[in-house]
């Protein structure tokens, strides 16, 4: 009887005094998205790999790094999201707040442009980073997040808003 467990070597590196960065590992590359499934575990994803695409977006508007963590985040989860359309047509993610960054959005149009913009009060943001209270909840505050699917001319958009009541982004979409 077979072991139902098998292991095939297909390529072994070596990581030495090299700290390799992202992009670096000659997988995916960036600006990717690679899906996956573990068949045994009934597990399926996707993993994305931005890099010159989201340095581009980030390095239009000289943001603040604060700011550019939580777009850099933004634009992940739409790229994520945004890829598992089955069809053409765009993939929006915003989030209206009182917080200091009290506006994000990031737009993904299938197969694979994306455009993102974050709106946000430079003097409270300094004060924020001033006294090192930077976590996304703090630059966010309260609010909603707004995902929005557009199939494009003579159709309907679906869009689910939720309560930004998490620690990230990530935490409210996750939202039922």
């Not at 707040?97 to 009060?121: E, H, I, K, N």
Request: proline residues 6%.
């Amino acid at each position: 009887m077979a072991a139902p467990w098998s292991f095939v070597m297909l390529e072994t590196h070596q990581v030495t005094e090299h700290h390799p960065k992202l992009g670096e590992f000659g997988y995916a590359g960036d600006d990717h998205v690679v899906p996956f499934e573990v068949g045994p575990l009934d597990v399926r994803g996707r993993t994305v790999q931005l890099g010159p695409m989201l340095d581009a977006i980030l390095s239009r508007h000289d943001y603040p790094e604060p700011v550019a963590r939580l777009l850099a985040e933004a634009c992940v989860l739409t790229v994520l999201l945004g890829t598992s359309l089955k069809f053409e047509g765009k993939f929006i993610l915003q989030t209206r707040t009182d917080g200091p960054v009290d506006m994000l959005v990031a737009d993904f149009s299938t197969p694979s442009a994306l455009r993102a913009y974050a709106r946000f009060d430079a003097d409270r943001l300094e004060a924020l980073i001033a006294t090192g209270e930077t976590s996304q909840q703090t630059l966010l505050g309260s609010g909603v997040l707004a995902l929005t699917i557009d199939q494009g001319a003579h159709t309907q958009r679906y869009q689910g808003i939720v309560q930004l009541d998490g620690e990230t982004l990530e935490d409210a979409a996750r939202t039922p």
